[in-house]
Every structure is written in structure tokens, then in C-alpha cells.
């Protein structure tokens, strides 16, 4: 809910009404305190603001808004009081100041309609301008992002802004997508993903949303999940063997190399050129020997070649 949770006068009132006003506070403190309701952290600064003693709430707020467990809502409920109250003491600037931090945490955020109209025009000054919202950074957890099928996210930055963040899961079959929220655990969040998707083990698209406290969208992070496979024996047969093979034995002592097949011995190649150059000769003889008009020699006989 946003806004404040009672009803502020639009200037300092006197005697008995700001006795009523500071009574009527107390009173409703005591009654949810019977009631076994937590008390509103933002208490203190809520009584000193029904007695219009609005420097005692700027003190209050102050160590309020110091705190790093106030949640997201109650905080912008802190700072919308603060800029209030400089409204009240006539710091306009400051007052701006204010709401232009709260527009930035949450473009969302609105003002209750019990503040006063001069209080509600700063505010409108402040958020017409356009700022850059905070920054929210959403990161997987150190290690497996998902175990057992609890997905597990951190916040870097922006946390404080932070009202609900959300696990959105689309349905492979176009059905209605599943929403969870995150519940806090320690540094972290965590959120289950849907358990008939994680049994089919196949891989799961999901989105992260982050929210302000009035819904504004302040971070979104898509990612997947793929599951790991299941592990398997290896076959020993088709594992590499532990040590290398041992080197073949050399020869026993006394035996040469293996011998060369017979037509690359000396002895054929020599009997082969041998016989080569035979019938080369031979060739040449009968080829001089049978012209009649072949070489001669001085005594007009013909050449012989043996």
C-alpha cells in the first residue's frame, strides 16, 4: 500500500487537537500492539510528526532510513515522510530533493491523499521529471544456479528498492505461465522451478522480474536452465590402455637382418646387364654384316664387329 498510514494536518494545530492527534497515535500503537502485530518501524517518526514537531522527525527518520533491514516499502515510506516534512518547514528544494530519490526507486509510487495539497504539488514537480531509475542487479548464486530444482539468485545492486521478485516460468505448450516468488535465505533468494518441467529433463527458459513496491518493473533477467546429464560407467573396453605397449624384443645375438628378396641381390642385376649388353652387340654385327654398302676397311673389306 503505498502512502502513509494516518492522516496529517495541513498546518500546526493548537491545544487540544494536537493533545487528540498525539492520543489517537498512541492509542492505535497500543492496539496492535494487543493485537500481537509487529510494530511499524516507521512508529517514532509518525508520533513526532501528530505533535508537528517536525525536526524530531527528520531526526527519527534519519536513523530510520539508516537501517539496511527496512524493507522496501517502509523505506519509501521513510523518505516520502522526509520530503514532507521539509515541505512543512518550508525547505522546497530539499522537499524535491526528497521525491525526485523516491521517483527513482520506485516510478510507481503514490501519494497518499491524506497529505495536503501543498505537500502533493512538490511531489507532482518531482515526478514529471524524467530520472533514470535505480539500478538492479540480478546475478546467479556462486556454484550450480539450480539444485534439486531450486533456482538461487542474488541481488548486487539496487537491493533496498527491491519489494518482490518474481520467478516466471513459459510453458513450452503455450498454457498459462507459472509465477512464484522468491523467498529470502540468508545473502540469496530462492525459488523452485515447476516440478513436472524439471522431471521432463529438458531444458527450462525463465525470467526474473524485480518490483518496486507499487509493481513498477525496476529489473528483468531472462536465462535458461539445461539440466546435467546423467553419468555413465565408461566402457573399459574403449578406454586407452594405462601404460604404452612394451618395444618389440630386438633380435637374438648373431642374426643379420632379414635377406633381400633375390632380384634385388647383386648377382641377378649383374647377370641381367650382362646379358643385355650381349644382344646389343649381337644386334650390331648383324646389322653391318648384312649391307653390302657398309664401312670398309683399308683392304676393301668389310668391318666386322665381335
Request: overall charge negative; hydrophobic content about 40%.
Amino acid at each position: 500500500m503505498n502512502g502513509p498510514r494516518r492522516r496529517f494536518l495541513p498546518w500546526p494545530a493548537q491545544g487540544a487537537l494536537a493533545a487528540l492527534a498525539a492520543a489517537t497515535t498512541l492509542a492505535a500503537a497500543g492496539a496492535a500492539a494487543a493485537q500481537g502485530a509487529a510494530p511499524d518501524p516507521l512508529g517514532p517518526a509518525y508520533e513526532a510528526l501528530d505533535a508537528l514537531d517536525y525536526e524530531a522527525a527528520l531526526q527519527r527518520l534519519e536513523s530510520i532510513l539508516a537501517r539496511t533491514d527496512l524493507p522496501a516499502e517502509d523505506r519509501n515510506r521513510a523518505l516520502e515522510m522526509e520530503a514532507a516534512c521539509r515541505v512543512y518547514l518550508g525547505d522546497r528544494d530539499a522537499a524535491l530533493a526528497g521525491f525526485a530519490a523516491l521517483h527513482r526507486r520506485d516510478p510507481g509510487w503514490r501519494l497518499s491523499d491524506d497529505y495536503p495539497p501543498r505537500v502533493r504539488a512538490v511531489y507532482e514537480e518531482a515526478f514529471r521529471q524524467p530520472r533514470q531509475p535505480v539500478r538492479v542487479e540480478i546475478r546467479p548464486a556462486p556454484g550450480p544456479a539450480v539444485r534439486q530444482g531450486v533456482l538461487t539468485v542474488r541481488l548486487e545492486a539496487g537491493a533496498d528498492a527491491v519489494d518482490r521478485l518474481w520467478l516466471v516460468v513459459p510453458r513450452p505448450d503455450g498454457a498459462e505461465e507459472v509465477r512464484r516468488l522468491f523467498v529470502a535465505a540468508g545473502p540469496s533468494f530462492e525459488a523452485r522451478l515447476p516440478e513436472d518441467l524439471v522431471r521432463e529433463g529438458r531444458p527450462i527458459d525463465y525470467v526474473i522480474e524485480a518490483q518496486a513496491p507499487s509493481g513498477h518493473l525496476l529489473a528483468r533477467r531472462n536465462d535458461r536452465w539445461t539440466p546435467d546429464l546423467p553419468y555413465a560407467e565408461p566402457d573399459p573396453r574403449a578406454l586407452p590402455p594405462a601404460f604404452p605397449p612394451p618395444p618389440p624384443p630386438p633380435p637374438p645375438d648373431g642374426a643379420g637382418a632379414a635377406e633381400s628378396p633375390w632380384y634385388s641381390s647383386w648377382w641377378f642385376w649383374t647377370i641381367v646387364g650382362v646379358a643385355v649388353g650381349g644382344a646389343a652387340a649381337t644386334g650390331i654385327y648383324f646389322g653391318v654384316a648384312g649391307t653390302g654398302d657398309g664401312p670398309r676397311d683399308g683392304s676393301g673389306g668389310n668391318w666386322v664387329v665381335w
